[in-house]
Every structure is written in structure tokens, then in C-alpha cells.
């Protein structure tokens, strides 16, 4: 049996050398020994061919050298990684208006002693009715927004007489 095994090499001056080598393989342990005989092969390449491939690693190597400096510019830029922010515990928590801090301290202090919870289930529906009696005596229209004055009027006839708005 005989294994052909060739090697290519590109020499220096341009010229391929390709390089065989023949070997016999026996099987039996006693026939080990193998023959081996070498052969070269010498091709010519045309120096067409070699300044083609020069100038295409010349551009090749212009082309990567110009993507690096503009893959540099887009690292710098998008190296920049967003992560969360972690919020200190310390920090003053975010204030409500003034309109909402009146409207929060009517229901859960002034309406949710009376109804017996905070839950807004349970505090909105008198809430609204004391809101809309309020807006209804100051004269103010369905667009109109709400002020800390009508909260305060809806206070004062919620306590007046709650049983109404229960």
C-alpha cells in the first residue's frame, strides 16, 4: 500500500516548491521498514500574479488600517456603559404637590378614622361626594382643576356632616 503525502512551500524568490513523498506500508511487523523517496517540484508563478497579490495586501492592510481607527472612534463612544442607578437610602423621598398632600391628608386622616380604614375602596367614594359638594358651592366647572382652597371647603363640610357622605 503507498501514502502519497505532498507539502507546498512558496520560496523567497517567487517560486512554488512542492515537495512528495512516497511511502510503502506492509502489515506485517517484520516488513516495518519502509521505503521513502522524495521528489521536488518546481513551479514558476508570473510575476503578474505576485504584484496582484502585493497590491491586494496593500489595500487589504489600507482598508483595515482605516475600519481600526473608526472602530476606535465607536469604542470610545459606546464603551460608555448605562448602568442603574443606585438610590441612596439616605436621599429625601420625591414630595407631592401641595393639592395632593391636601387631598391624601383629607381621606386618610380626616375620612379614614370615620370609615375605620385608609383603604382607598373605602375612603374615595366619600371623598368624591365631599370633592364634588365642595366644587359645586365654589362655583367650579367639571374642567376646573382642583386647589388646595376647595380641599380645605370639602374638609370642612365633611366634618361638618359626615353622616351625608357615608
Same mark, same amino acid.
Given at each position: ?36 523517496? !522524495?521528489? *521536488?517540484?518546481?513551479? =514558476? #508563478? /508570473? $510575476?503578474? &500574479?505576485? @504584484? +496582484?497579490?502585493? %497590491? ?13 481607527? !473608526?472602530? *476606535?472612534?465607536?469604542? =470610545? #463612544? /459606546? $464603551?460608555? &456603559?448605562? @448602568? +442603574?442607578?443606585? %438610590? ?79
Amino acid at each position: 500500500m503507498e501514502k502519497i503525502v505532498s507539502k507546498t512551500k512558496n520560496a523567497k524568490n517567487g517560486k512554488k516548491v512542492v515537495k512528495q513523498k512516497k511511502s510503502e506500508v506492509s502489515d506485517s511487523a517484520s516488513d516495518m521498514s519502509s521505503s521513502v523517496s !522524495s521528489v *521536488e517540484i518546481v513551479a =514558476k #508563478t /508570473t $510575476k503578474a &500574479k505576485t @504584484t +496582484k497579490a502585493k %497590491k491586494a495586501k496593500v489595500t487589504k492592510e489600507v482598508v483595515q488600517e482605516e475600519t481600526e481607527v !473608526s472602530n *476606535e472612534d465607536k469604542v =470610545k #463612544t /459606546t $464603551k460608555t &456603559k448605562r @448602568t +442603574k442607578k443606585v %438610590k441612596d437610602p439616605n436621599a429625601p423621598k420625591k414630595e407631592l404637590n401641595p393639592i395632593m398632600k391636601e387631598m391624601n391628608k383629607f381621606r386618610n386622616e380626616i375620612i379614614g378614622p370615620v370609615v375605620g380604614s385608609k383603604a382607598p375602596k373605602l375612603t374615595i367614594p366619600p371623598f368624591k361626594l365631599a370633592m364634588a359638594d365642595a366644587r359645586a358651592q365654589m362655583g367650579l366647572g367639571e374642567k376646573d382643576k382642583n386647589t388646595v382652597v376647595s380641599v380645605q371647603k370639602a374638609i370642612e363640610l365633611f366634618q361638618k356632616d359626615n353622616s351625608k357622605y357615608m
